[in-house]
T-cell receptor, first 113, second 110 residues
Framework: DGGITQSPKYLFRKEGQNVTLSCEQNLNHDAMYWYRQDPGQGLRLIYYSQIVNDFQKGDIAEGYSVSREKKESFPLTVTSAQKNPTAFYLC????????????FGPGTRLTVL | KQEVTQIPAALSVPEGENLVLNCSFTDSAIYNLQWFRQDPGKGLTSLLLIQSSQREQTSGRLNASLDKSSGRSTLYIAASQPGDSATYLCAVSNDYKLSFGAGTTVTVRA
């Protein structure tokens, strides 16, 4: 089955630790995205990548980093510089950046202890 | 900066009633508008995508309209069922990025 997988489903982080969230897609999509969702708010864009080896900052990139070494994979690292990382993180992909339907993964819930 | 608003934030209706969900946006220079469904603790599922040149889009019991000039979209769900209970989000695309509303949480009472 084609789709987007995210792991882990739940993640706990201690203060000062970096953690990496995984996102993999087998839809052969060029573009991939990371969003953050907080209660009562819409999704906010962290980073996006239109093509392999290229990525752009979104609206709230501070404290996050990404890489896009393979078309299928777009991992997100939440660094210790992110002051309030507790949130629900969603990865998405689309065939072409900006004009097509975005398909979402099941999400990772990150909690800082 | 695009601002997307969805009112009301929550809605409760008896089974069988038609649902009307509203979305408004501030910048009418959009490429498209999408409606998504989100179940608790889950990712988003795309319901309908309306291109900027279209006025409406239909899929089964769902119908979405788009009025770019007034910055509004409406999602209609006919003959609601308990399985329609979820949060519905709209998102508009301009400058090659999606801007999301906070969503309307719908409860359909059996």
């Amino acid at each position: 089955d084609g789709g987007i997988t995210q792991s882990p489903k739940y993640l706990f982080r201690k203060e000062g630790q970096n953690v990496t969230l995984s996102c993999e897609q087998n839809l052969n999509h060029d573009a991939m995205y990371w969003y953050r969702q907080d209660p009562g708010q819409g999704l906010r864009l962290i980073y996006y990548s239109q093509i392999v080896n290229d990525f752009q900052k979104g609206d709230i990139a501070e404290g996050y980093s990404v890489s896009r070494e393979k078309k299928e994979s777009f991992p997100l690292t939440v660094t210790s510089a992110q002051k309030n990382p507790t949130a629900f993180y969603l990865c998405a992909s689309t065939r072409r950046h900006g004009t097509d339907t975005q398909y979402f993964g099941p999400g990772t819930r990150l909690t800082v202890l | 900066k695009q601002e997307v608003t969805q009112i009301p934030a929550a809605l409760s209706v008896p089974e069988g009633e038609n649902l009307v969900l509203n979305c408004s946006f501030t910048d009418s220079a959009i490429y498209n508008l999408q409606w998504f469904r989100q179940d608790p603790g889950k990712g988003l599922t795309s319901l309908l995508l309306i291109q900027s040149s279209q006025r409406e889009q239909t899929s089964g019991r769902l119908n979405a309209s788009l009025d770019k000039s007034s910055g509004r979209s409406t999602l209609y769900i006919a003959a609601s069922q308990p399985g329609d209970s979820a949060t519905y989000l709209c998102a508009v695309s301009n400058d090659y990025k999606l801007s999301f509303g906070a969503g309307t949480t719908v409860t359909v009472r059996a």
